[in-house]
């Protein structure tokens, strides 16, 4: 008894797709081995196969799919996708992870692929797909900033658990969520490879990132030149105001770095306000659009 109690414990600690899927998105060319838990991957007719509706990446590089449909000519594809029976039409597989083998099979012209056969409910198909991209495919930093505040924000995911299940440190996944405070036009040129997370990174504080970030690509700086330009942007903005009420008190390091964090695992800016001396204070959320409204009161009421 106590047995299924643990099973059933580890399931929902990581959410299934994070501990059920990793060793299905291992690299293509590692081919995982099967277990009592694991059905057999099978071959099943490709016009059987569907994609996912609701799958998170929507590009494909037509180069890369070139490249992978050569080698799928000559060596056929060595990593089974994961699929589950349609919902909406039984007599059809829809795609869970592998979409991108999918369609560079039908470019080689394949009549079957090898599936793996799970039973994943919408949720956990989402999950998975998010998974399987920031694993596998090149994403840029910004939009696997966007996989990791899905992961958080629609499954209660915290930083220190997708830095364990994806083999990421949290450092890492902090770093690039900040990003996502950047302006849309920043996040763009990160996107479009213009930026690399490095520069915007340099970014995140300065009070006028877009100017920052056209100069930086216009002048072609390095990562330490903007770093040096982002500082230079941020010292005169902070001087000291001259009021006949209480002046601002300067908030220490350790307030600074919480409110970073903070910011990196809401994807919004966080200011904390805590009096000295006192164990009392304010924390102030600001977000941008509804939709990230809506994804802080999900969180604050999945959180009770």
Same mark, same amino acid.
Do not use: W
């Given at each position: 008894m106590a047995k299924k109690a643990d099973k059933k414990?580890? /399931?929902?600690?990581?959410?299934?797709?994070?501990?059920?899927?990793?060793?299905?998105?291992? %690299?293509?060319?590692?081919? %995982?081995?099967?277990?009592?838990?694991?059905? *057999?991957?099978r071959l099943v007719p490709i016009e059987k196969v569907v994609p996912n509706p609701d799958q998170p990446r929507r590009t494909f590089t037509q180069s890369q799919l070139d490249e992978l449909s050569n080698s799928i000519r000559t060596k056929g594809i060595i990593q089974p996708l994961i699929v589950r029976v349609n919902p909406r039409n039984a007599d059809q597989f829809e795609i869970v992870a592998g979409e991108r083998r999918w369609r560079a099979a039908q470019m080689a012209q394949l009549h079957e692929i090898p599936v793996l056969v799970r039973e994943f409910d919408d949720t956990e198909v989402l999950e998975v797909a998010i998974i399987e991209n920031i694993q596998r $495919?090149?994403?840029? *930093?910004?939009?696997?900033?966007?996989?990791?505040?899905?992961?958080?924000? +629609?499954?209660?995911? !915290?930083? @220190? =658990?997708?830095a364990e299940a994806l083999g990421k440190s949290r450092s890492h996944i902090?770093?690039?969520? /900040?990003?996502?405070?950047?302006?849309?036009t920043v996040k763009d040129l990160v996107s479009e490879g213009a930026?690399? $997370?490095?520069?915007? /990174?340099?970014?995140? !504080? $300065?009070?006028? *990132?877009?100017?920052?970030?056209? @100069?930086?690509?216009? =002048?072609?700086?390095?990562? /330490? @030149?903007?770093?040096?330009?982002? =500082?230079?942007?941020?010292? *005169?903005? $902070? %001087? &000291?105001?001259?009021s006949s009420g209480s002046s +601002?008190?300067? &908030?220490?390091?350790?307030? &600074?770095?919480?409110?970073?964090?903070?910011?990196?695992?809401?994807?919004m800016k966080v200011s904390?306000?805590?009096? %000295?001396?006192?164990? +009392?204070?304010?924390?102030?959320?600001?977000?941008?659009?509804?939709?990230?409204?809506?994804?802080?009161?999900?969180?604050?009421? !999945?959180?009770r």
């Open positions: 414990e580890h /399931r929902r600690g990581l959410g299934r797709g994070l501990s059920a899927l990793m060793a299905d998105v291992a %690299p293509e060319e590692a081919v %995982p081995q099967a277990d009592g838990n694991r059905q *057999p991957d $495919a090149d994403l840029n *930093p910004i939009e696997e900033a966007a996989g990791y505040r899905q992961l958080m924000f +629609k499954f209660g995911h !915290t930083q @220190e =658990k997708l902090a770093n690039l969520m /900040r990003l996502l405070n950047l302006p849309e930026l690399s $997370a490095g520069h915007a /990174r340099a970014l995140i !504080t $300065a009070t006028n *990132p877009e100017d920052l970030a056209q @100069e930086i690509v216009d =002048k072609g700086l390095s990562v /330490r @030149e903007t770093e040096r330009l982002a =500082k230079g942007s941020v010292q *005169p903005a $902070a %001087p &000291k105001p001259r +601002k008190i300067e &908030k220490d390091a350790d307030t &600074k770095a919480l409110e970073g964090d903070l910011s990196a695992a809401l994807s904390i306000d805590h009096a %000295p001396g006192q164990e +009392k204070g304010r924390v102030s959320i600001s977000y941008e659009t509804l939709e990230q409204l809506d994804a802080l009161c999900a969180l604050l009421s !999945t959180s």
